[in-house]
Nanobody
Framework: QVQLVESGGGLVQAGGSLRLSCAPSGRTFGRYSMGWFRQAPGKEREFVAAISWTGSSTNYANSVKGRFTISRYNAKNSVVLQMNDLKPEDTTVYYC????????????????????WGQGTQVTVSS
């Protein structure tokens, strides 16, 4: 069982930046590919970004491409989502997810790909 812990959420003005981190509790990332999703109240969970377990491949939602960057630091056992040029519509809860399934760009954006999820961290962008 992998427990994921997110951190780094908070309140920022539009145009600002936040850096979200995700780390597994009690174990290393190993061969887990990682994803970030977000979910606003009353809406379905939305894919944001994903990175393969090697770090050599990434995938982004069109809505964040060019503004968000996902990176992994296996030596530090963490995955980071750097969010720049934040917009009010980015306001929601962000979730980190992990999977041992073989990496596929097309599958990386599906919720069902990921077996493990964090509790979420709130991001609020004021206009």
């Amino acid at each position: 069982q992998v427990q994921l812990v997110e951190s780094g959420g908070g309140l920022v003005q539009a145009g600002g930046s936040l850096r979200l981190s995700c780390a597994p509790s009690g174990r290393t990332f190993g061969r887990y590919s990682m994803g970030w999703f977000r979910q606003a109240p009353g809406k379905e969970r939305e894919f944001v970004a994903a990175i393969s377990w090697t770090g050599s491949s990434t995938n982004y939602a069109n809505s964040v491409k060019g503004r968000f960057t996902i990176s992994r630091y296996n030596a530090k056992n963490s995955v980071v989502l750097q969010m720049n040029d934040l917009k009010p519509e980015d306001t929601t809860v962000y979730y980190c997810a992990a999977t041992l399934l073989a990496w596929s760009v097309s599958e990386s954006l599906r919720e069902s790909t990921y077996a493990y999820w964090g509790q979420g961290t709130q991001v609020t962008v004021s206009s």
